[in-house]
T-cell receptor
Framework: AQKITQTQPGMFVQEKEAVTLDCTYDTSDQSYGLFWYKQPSSGEMIFLIYQGSYDEQNATEGRYSLNFQKARKSANLVISASQLGDSAMYFCAMRPDDMRFGAGTRLTVKP | ETGVTQTPRHLVMGMTNKKSLKCEQHLGHNAMYWYKQSAKKPLELMFVYNFKEQTENNSVPSRFSPECPNSSHLFLHLHTLQPEDSALYLC????????????FGPGTRLTVT
């Protein structure tokens, strides 16, 4: 069975600084995908970034990068140069089968 | 319209009412999903449709009835709900049911009185 763990219920970061949101996973599958989503207070889940289990390089998407450590089964999200609009819930998720989501981390960016 | 749309955005209903939630995707995807998001709980997958066929029903009570007339539209019919069914209901779509990212709609915030 797949399991996703996000151990940080809440995080604070100063505007313009970088922040790392932790995610660990457990699966017996060899082929899988890891995803990060952002959920602002409006409720919509916004897809941010994807990492495939066979990808050798860490995924990057603008200010988002995924620190993928396969042996440690971790897929941490790094947000560089934080902005006030980054304040939201962030969810780590994985598939191949059902998309399983972690409990989320609430990020607050301080001015 | 682009992406995934959901209507209504907010819904208040009594326990004896019947209502429907609508989802439409404009992405040309083949798979569509219903999720329930309750306060302080992880997202719960409810139903999965792939090419209009239901492929997953995660032990959802029969008071929730999905319908997928085509690959672009998904409905969730609600009847005789309970107060604990109050939640944010999110619709999503993806290219397929493999390792593809899902794109979500804005959700319907449901309150059962």
């Amino acid at each position: 069975a797949q399991k996703i763990t996000q151990t940080q219920p809440g995080m604070f970061v100063q505007e313009k600084e970088a922040v790392t949101l932790d995610c660990t996973y457990d699966t017996s599958d060899q082929s899988y995908g890891l995803f990060w989503y952002k959920q602002p207070s409006s409720g919509e889940m916004i897809f941010l970034i994807y990492q495939g289990s066979y990808d050798e390089q860490n995924a990057t998407e603008g200010r988002y990068s995924l620190n993928f450590q396969k042996a440690r089964k971790s897929a941490n999200l790094v947000i560089s140069a934080s902005q006030l609009g980054d304040s939201a819930m962030y969810f780590c998720a994985m598939r191949p089968d059902d998309m399983r989501f972690g409990a989320g981390t609430r990020l607050t960016v301080k001015p | 319209e682009t992406g995934v749309t959901q209507t209504p955005r907010h819904l208040v209903m009594g326990m004896t009412n019947k209502k429907s939630l609508k989802c439409e995707q404009h992405l040309g995807h083949n798979a569509m999903y219903w999720y329930k998001q309750s306060a302080k709980k992880p997202l719960e997958l409810m139903f999965v449709y792939n090419f209009k066929e239901q492929t997953e029903n995660n032990s959802v009570p029969s008071r929730f009835s999905p319908e997928c007339p085509n690959s672009s539209h998904l409905f969730l019919h609600l009847h005789t709900l309970q107060p604990e069914d109050s939640a944010l209901y999110l619709c999503a779509s993806s290219q397929g049911t493999g390792v593809y990212e899902q794109y979500f709609g804005p959700g319907t915030r449901l309150t059962v009185t």
